[in-house]
C-alpha cells in the first residue's frame, strides 16, 4: 500500500468499517482472546480458530513472541505422528497483567492478575462496613498501594469490583446498601490517577460472569449466568456477545425482584424480594426458627454435612433452600432462557447433594420446554473468583466482548 491510497476497509461484525490497521489489532485481540477462551494452541490451530492465513497468523505471533505476552511450549507430536511437531502457544507468566481490587461486605482484596488467572501478589484488608467515604476510599487506596506499587508502569489496567447498583460506563456507585461508603465514590479516578491506568467499574457479580468467562467454567461458551449466594443475591448474566446491563448500562438487580408481595421487607427497602428467602441469612433465620442443629451460627457447609449425615431437619430446610434458589433461576429460564448456572458464594460449601436438589427445583420451575439441557455448577473458581472477576473485566475491555470477524484476506 503506498502513502496515496486509503487504508484497506472491511466491514465489522457490527457493521462498522475497519481500516487494515484496526483489522490487525482486532485480530491480535483475536488470538488473545482464542488463547484465553481456549487454552494453548498451535499455529495452525491458532490461524483455524481465528480464521486468519497462515502468514498473517505468524506475523501475530512473532509480534507477540518477542513482546513477551506468549512462550512456545515444547513440541507435541501430532496426533497422526506425521509432520514437523507443533509447538504450542501459550501466555508468558505475567503477560497482560490486570490489578484487581474487589470491595466486599467487610473486606477489600487487592491483587496482580496475569493472563493464566495466576496471581503473582495478592493481599486481604478488613473493611469496616460502617466506614465512611472518605475512611473507605483512604483504606481501599492504601490497600491498592501496598500491592500495586512493585507493578507501577505494567498494569494494562485496574478493575474495581463493587457489591452495588452502579454505571459502569460512568464510573459512578449509584447505591449499594452492603457498603455505604461506596456510594458516590470517587475511587475509580482517584486508583486511576495514582497507578497511572484506566480504571474499570464493576458489579461483584457481573465481574463473576466476566470471570468464568476468561477462566472459569464459562470459557468457551457464549451464554450462561453467574449467580452470587451470599448474605446478599445477585446475579451477572453473559448473552452472546456481551454481559446482559440495564436501560442507560446500569447494573442490574436481579436479588431485589419481588417474588412475594406480602413477604419480608428487604435491605433495599422493598418487600418480597427474592434476596429476602435466597441469601444465606434467610438460611440461618430459618435454621433458629426451625430449631435446626447449630441455629443462627449454622452456614451451608454445616447444615450440608448434617443432612448427609441423616439429621430430616437440615435436609428439609436445604430443600426449601433450594426451591426459593430455584424460583429466581428459573424467572431467568423464563424471561431469557438461561440454562447454563455457575453458582457462587457461601452457598456452594453445602455439597453435591445440594447443587443435585438445587438443579432438580430449577428444572421443576422452568417452563417444560425450556427445561431441557438445564445445568447448574457450582463454581470452581473459589476464593480468587472477586479478583480474577475484577481482573476479567479489565482484559475484556481490553479485548472487547465481541470478536468482529475480522478477516485480513478479503
Ligand atoms: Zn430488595
Not at 23 to 38: D, F, H, I, K, M
Not at 71 to 92: M, N, T, Y
Not at 96 to 112: D, F, H, I, K, N
Not at 282 to 289: I, N
Amino acid at each position: 500500500m503506498t502513502a496515496s491510497q486509503p487504508p484497506r476497509r472491511t466491514r465489522s461484525a457490527a457493521g462498522g468499517l475497519l481500516s487494515s490497521s484496526d483489522v490487525g489489532t482486532a485480530n491480535r485481540a483475536r488470538v488473545l482472546q482464542s488463547l484465553l477462551e481456549s487454552g494453548p494452541a498451535s499455529r495452525a490451530e491458532l490461524a483455524r480458530r481465528v480464521n486468519v492465513q497462515r502468514a498473517t497468523l505468524s506475523t501475530i505471533v512473532t509480534g507477540l513472541l518477542q513482546a513477551g505476552v506468549l512462550v512456545e511450549e515444547d513440541a507435541r507430536p501430532h496426533a497422526g505422528g506425521a509432520g514437523k511437531p507443533a509447538r504450542p502457544l501459550s501466555f508468558a507468566p505475567e503477560a497482560l497483567l490486570s490489578g484487581a481490587v474487589a470491595v466486599s461486605r467487610g473486606a477489600v482484596e487487592t491483587a496482580v492478575v496475569d493472563a493464566r488467572g495466576v496471581l503473582p501478589a495478592r493481599h486481604r484488608d478488613h473493611l469496616p462496613t460502617t466506614c465512611g467515604r472518605a475512611e473507605l476510599e483512604r483504606r481501599v487506596l492504601e490497600a491498592a498501594e501496598g500491592v500495586f506499587a512493585a507493578y507501577r508502569g505494567r498494569l494494562r489496567g485496574i478493575g474495581l469490583t463493587v457489591p452495588a447498583l452502579c454505571d459502569p460506563e460512568a464510573g459512578v456507585v449509584l447505591s449499594c446498601t452492603a457498603v455505604p461508603g461506596l456510594e458516590g465514590t470517587a475511587l475509580p479516578r482517584a486508583l486511576a490517577t495514582r497507578f497511572d491506568a484506566p480504571v474499570r467499574l464493576e458489579q461483584d457479580v457481573r465481574a463473576f460472569a466476566i470471570g468464568e468467562k476468561w477462566f472459569g467454567q464459562g470459557r468457551g461458551r457464549t451464554d450462561f449466568a453467574a449467580l452470587q449466594v451470599d448474605v446478599g443475591v445477585g446475579a451477572g448474566v453473559m448473552l452472546p456477545g456481551h454481559l446482559l446491563e440495564g436501560v442507560r448500562g446500569y447494573t442490574t438487580q436481579l436479588g431485589h425482584t419481588c417474588i412475594d408481595p406480602d413477604g419480608a421487607r428487604c435491605s433495599c427497602g422493598l418487600r418480597g424480594c427474592w434476596e429476602t428467602v435466597a441469601s444465606t441469612r434467610w438460611l440461618r433465620a430459618e435454621a433458629a426458627r426451625r430449631g435446626v442443629v447449630g441455629g443462627r451460627g449454622t452456614s451451608p457447609r454445616r447444615l450440608g454435612a448434617r443432612a448427609a449425615a441423616g439429621d430430616a431437619g437440615a435436609r428439609a430446610l436445604l430443600a426449601d433452600y433450594a426451591d426459593n434458589l430455584a424460583i429466581g433461576m428459573a424467572n431467568l429460564v423464563q424471561l431469557l432462557s438461561v440454562r447454563f448456572f455457575i453458582v457462587h458464594g457461601d452457598v456452594v460449601h453445602a455439597g453435591e447433594d445440594f447443587r443435585r436438589l438445587l438443579h432438580e427445583r430449577v428444572v421443576a420451575r422452568s417452563m417444560p420446554a425450556l427445561a431441557d439441557g438445564i445445568e447448574v455448577l457450582f463454581s470452581e473458581l473459589d476464593q480468587d473468583a472477586g479478583l480474577l472477576g475484577a481482573a476479567a473485566t479489565v482484559l475484556s475491555h481490553h479485548l472487547g466482548d465481541t470478536p468482529a470477524p475480522a478477516h485480513d484476506h478479503l
